[in-house]
């Protein structure tokens, strides 16, 4: 595969999404924090020694003659490593050292099977696991005692709703949907948020109808976040204000301000394809911010801002972090982290869906990046050996890399 390809972002063609009254100013516009951001001024690199103590690196290890396939999300919990394997309908699960502990592999249409894995749910104590059957039909919730993956049932029904990301929280369910279309209450929607209970009471935030002759794209494979106190927030795909939702309503918090350099937020307006068009056009142009962490202890988003004469998508020299430590009020912003405190990987980045594989960027008291070899490596035969890992190479599974906060930050 022509790695130039692979290494551009990728460009989420959502064939197969998730299935299944604009709230926007319930807060006044003068209590959002305004961050100003010059794009320009973004360093090369953050050396990960200013922010960082220590660096481990955990090599997601299958058993011989099994393989991992395109990973969607990695889910990091006190116990174990969840891996959400798209390709081959199945979800592995990992010791905190990377060894595999166990295979959910039930694909099938037999009493506790499921056809396809859709977005999955875990709970605190791990006792079991739960995630969305896509049938075709109407969705279900299923739910396996973990680790013994005998089969609980059905717990729930699921919406018919199309959607790029979703999570659970407080019991109502949230769709990012990247302006996939919709029919909610009747009414045909673009909007960027669908809120929906138990019952099927829908909400839809950010609403907005536009043309996409069923053809979408997404910038970002993930727009939430959560943190330690169980708040979730959101990011708008062409918006620069960053929310916190709370029950049914979006509350602004911050909005980033990137000067003369800022997109037209009319561009969302637009059809998907002249979306695309303008988007593979820009020039100086900043967008997609998307709110990473946001805790007692950092502020952290990610954007893109792209300097090109031509037509192209983005790629990875276009991604920026910008990081606020708030007890040292210590602020980053920059292209990459460079690694300073161990050979690989020479680059990290916080972002929750960098390469297209979601995951949290905070655990705990480590930062965290996932590494996708194939994605990594700049030429598809290159190859290096890591001490404690072994070798390393394209074709390689997923790398969890946990970096520890140095405490004065």
Same mark, same amino acid.
């Given at each position: 595969?022509?790695?130039?390809?692979?290494?551009?972002?990728?460009?989420?063609?959502?064939?197969?999404?998730?299935?299944?009254?604009?709230?926007?100013?319930?807060?006044?516009?003068?209590?959002?924090?305004?961050?100003?951001?010059?794009?320009?001024?973004?360093?090369?690199?953050?050396?990960?020694?200013?922010?960082?103590?220590?660096?481990?690196?955990?090599?997601?290890?299958?058993?011989?003659?099994?393989?991992?396939?395109?990973?969607?999300?990695?889910?990091?919990?006190?116990?174990?490593?969840?891996?959400?394997?798209?390709?081959?309908?199945?979800?592995?699960?990992?010791?905190?050292?990377?060894?595999?502990?166990?295979?959910?592999?039930?694909?099938?249409?037999?009493?506790?099977?499921?056809?396809?894995?859709?977005?999955?749910?875990?709970?605190?104590?791990?006792?079991?696991?739960?995630?969305?059957?896509?049938?075709?039909?109407?969705?279900?919730?299923?739910?396996?005692?973990?680790?013994?993956?005998?089969?609980?049932?059905?717990?729930?029904?699921?919406?018919?709703?199309?959607?790029?990301?979703?999570?659970?929280?407080?019991?109502?369910?949230?769709?990012?949907?990247?302006?996939?279309?919709?029919?909610?209450?009747?009414?045909?929607?673009?909007?960027?948020?669908?809120?929906?209970?138990?019952?099927?009471?829908?909400?839809?935030?950010?609403?907005?109808?536009?043309?996409?002759?069923?053809?979408?794209?997404?910038?970002?494979?993930?727009?939430?976040?959560?943190?330690?106190?169980?708040?979730?927030?959101?990011?708008?795909?062409?918006?620069?204000?960053?929310?916190?939702?709370?029950?049914?309503?979006?509350?602004?918090?911050?909005?980033?301000?990137?000067?003369?350099?800022?997109?037209?937020?009319?561009?969302?307006?637009?059809?998907?394809?002249?979306?695309?068009?303008?988007?593979?056009?820009?020039?100086?142009? *900043?967008?997609?911010?998307? @709110?990473?962490?946001?805790? /007692? !202890?950092?502020?952290?988003? $990610? #954007?893109? =801002?792209?300097?090109?004469?031509?037509?192209?998508?983005?790629?990875?020299?276009?991604?920026?972090?910008?990081?606020?430590?708030?007890?040292?009020?210590?602020?980053?912003?920059?292209? *990459?982290?460079?690694?300073? @405190?161990?050979?690989?990987? /020479? !680059?990290?980045?916080?972002? $929750? #869906?960098? =390469?297209?594989?979601?995951?949290?960027?905070?655990?705990?008291?480590?930062?965290?990046?996932?590494?996708?070899?194939?994605?990594?490596?700049?030429?598809?035969?290159?190859?290096?050996?890591?001490?404690?890992?072994?070798?390393?190479?394209?074709?390689?599974?997923?790398?969890?890399?946990?970096?520890?906060?140095?405490?004065?930050?």
């Amino acid at each position: 595969m022509n790695m130039k390809l692979k290494k551009t972002i990728a460009l989420f063609l959502l064939i197969c999404p998730f299935y299944g009254c604009d709230n926007r100013h319930n807060r006044a516009a003068s209590e959002m924090e305004i961050i100003q951001i010059d794009p320009m001024k973004a360093d090369e690199f953050i050396p990960l020694s200013e922010i960082a103590e220590s660096i481990k690196c955990i090599r997601l290890q299958v058993d011989s003659g099994d393989v991992m396939g395109r990973i969607r999300e990695i889910i990091i919990k006190k116990k174990h490593i969840y891996a959400v394997d798209i390709s081959q309908q199945a979800i592995f699960i990992f010791d905190k050292e990377g060894r595999l502990v166990a295979k959910l592999n039930k694909k099938g249409q037999g009493p506790g099977e499921y056809l396809r894995i859709g977005p999955v749910f875990i709970d605190e104590d791990e006792s079991y696991i739960e995630f969305v059957n896509y049938t075709g039909g109407k969705q279900s919730i299923l739910r396996y005692k973990n680790l013994s993956f005998d089969f609980m049932g059905a717990i729930s029904s699921y919406p018919d709703i199309n959607a790029n990301s979703v999570k659970r929280h407080n019991g109502l369910f949230y769709f990012a949907t990247q302006q996939i279309d919709n029919k909610i209450n009747g009414e045909d929607t673009n909007g960027d948020l669908i809120v929906c209970d138990n019952e099927d009471n829908f909400k839809v935030l950010f609403d907005k109808k536009i043309e996409t002759e069923h053809h979408y794209f997404s910038m970002t494979s993930e727009c939430f976040s959560k943190n330690n106190k169980g708040e979730l927030f959101f990011s708008p795909m062409y918006g620069n204000i960053f929310y916190q939702l709370n029950d049914r309503d979006a509350i602004p918090l911050f909005q980033i301000d990137f000067g003369t350099y800022h997109i037209n937020e009319s561009v969302g307006l637009q059809s998907t394809k002249e979306q695309m068009e303008y988007i593979r056009k820009m020039n100086r142009v *900043a967008a997609f911010p998307v @709110l990473n962490i946001y805790d /007692d !202890r950092i502020f952290s988003f $990610s #954007y893109y =801002f792209k300097q090109s004469d031509t037509e192209r998508w983005m790629n990875e020299g276009d991604f920026r972090q910008y990081i606020t430590f708030r007890k040292s009020k210590k602020v980053y912003h920059a292209k *990459a982290i460079r690694n300073d @405190l161990s050979t690989f990987p /020479d !680059r990290l980045y916080l972002s $929750s #869906y960098f =390469f297209g594989c979601v995951h949290e960027v905070l655990h705990e008291d480590y930062l965290v990046d996932i590494i996708v070899p194939d994605l990594y490596f700049h030429d598809t035969d290159e190859k290096v050996y890591i001490e404690g890992l072994g070798e390393i190479s394209a074709e390689s599974d997923p790398i969890v890399v946990m970096m520890k906060l140095k405490e004065n930050l």
